[in-house]
T-cell receptor, first 113, second 115 residues
Framework: DSGVTQTPKHLITATGQRVTLRCSPR?????VYWYQQSLDQGLQFLIQ???????AKGNILERFSAQQFPDLHSELNLSSLELGDSALYFCASSVAGVGTEAFFGQGTRLTVV | DAKTTQPTSMDCAEGRAANLPCNHSTISGNEYVYWYRQIHSQGPQYIIHGLKNNETNEMASLIITEDRKSSTLILPHATLRDTAVYYC????????????????FGTGTRLTIIP
C-alpha cells in the first residue's frame, strides 16, 4: 500500500460526458502528479501541483483540468469524453525536495463507451 | 531531464540475479537516477534511487558507473513476482526546480522471470 488513494477504481461512462477522478496523497506530501496510461502505451505525464499551485504541465488536453485543494487532495476533471480517453489514470504524490521519490496510487480505470 | 536507453525486454531464471542496464550518457551533475517498476496495470512502484554512490535497499541494488553515464539495477534473487516493466528515469533534484520534480517515463524494460 503506497498510501496514495484514488477513487473510483473503475468508471464507465458515455462519450460526451464529464467525470471527476479523485486523489488523496500520502500524509505530508505536498506534490501531486497525474499520469495517463492508454492500453499498451507508456505513462504520460499530465500535470503537477505543489501545495495548491500548478507547477508543471505535460500533454494535458484542454478538455482536461485539475486542481489541488487546501487539504492537498486533488481532482482531475475530464470533460467532453471521447473513446480515446479510455485509459488508466494514475495519481502520485511526493514530498518535494532533493532526491525524493514519488508514490503512486492504484489508478482509476476509465472506460468511455 | 536526461534521456535514458534500456533494452526492450529481458528474461531471467527464477532465483538468479536480474541485472537491468540503463544508459544515461547525457546525465547532468544534479540529476538523480531513479528506478520504478510496474506490475501489470498496477501503479508504478518506487524501487531505488541514487546520485553517484551505489545504493542498496531491501528490494534491490543500484550500481552507478564512476562517470555516471550508465547504471545497473540488480534484483539479487528474482522471483516470479518480479515480472514487470522496469523504468530507469533520470531527474533533476531541487533548487530551481523545487516543487517541479515530475518523472518522465520511457518505454522501460519488460523483465520476465522464468520458472
Amino acid at each position: 500500500d503506497s498510501g496514495v488513494t484514488q477513487t473510483p477504481k473503475h468508471l464507465i461512462t458515455a462519450t460526451g460526458q464529464r467525470v471527476t477522478l479523485r486523489c488523496s496523497p500520502r500524509s505530508g506530501d505536498l506534490s501531486v502528479y497525474w499520469y495517463q496510461q492508454s492500453l499498451d502505451q507508456g505513462l504520460q505525464f499530465l500535470i503537477q501541483y505543489y501545495n495548491g499551485e500548478e507547477r508543471a504541465k505535460g500533454n494535458i488536453l484542454e478538455r482536461f483540468s485539475a486542481q489541488q485543494f487546501p487539504d492537498l487532495h486533488s481532482e482531475l476533471n475530464l470533460s467532453s469524453l471521447e473513446l480515446g480517453d479510455s485509459a488508466l489514470y494514475f495519481c502520485a504524490s511526493s514530498v518535494a525536495g532533493v532526491g525524493t521519490e514519488a508514490f503512486f496510487g492504484q489508478g482509476t480505470r476509465l472506460t468511455v463507451v | 531531464d536526461a534521456k535514458t536507453t534500456q533494452p526492450t525486454s529481458m528474461d531471467c531464471a527464477e532465483g538468479r540475479a536480474a541485472n537491468l542496464p540503463c544508459n544515461h550518457s547525457t546525465i547532468s551533475g544534479n540529476e538523480y537516477v531513479y528506478w520504478y517498476r510496474q506490475i501489470h496495470s498496477q501503479g508504478p512502484q518506487y524501487i531505488i534511487h541514487g546520485l553517484k554512490n551505489n545504493e542498496t535497499n531491501e528490494m534491490a541494488s543500484l550500481i552507478i558507473t564512476e562517470d555516471r553515464k550508465s547504471s545497473t539495477l540488480i534484483l539479487p534473487h528474482a522471483t516470479l513476482r518480479d515480472t514487470a516493466v522496469y523504468y530507469c528515469i533520470v531527474r533533476v533534484g531541487a533548487g530551481a526546480n523545487f516543487g517541479n520534480e515530475k518523472l518522465t517515463f520511457g518505454t522501460g524494460t519488460r523483465l520476465t522471470i522464468i520458472p
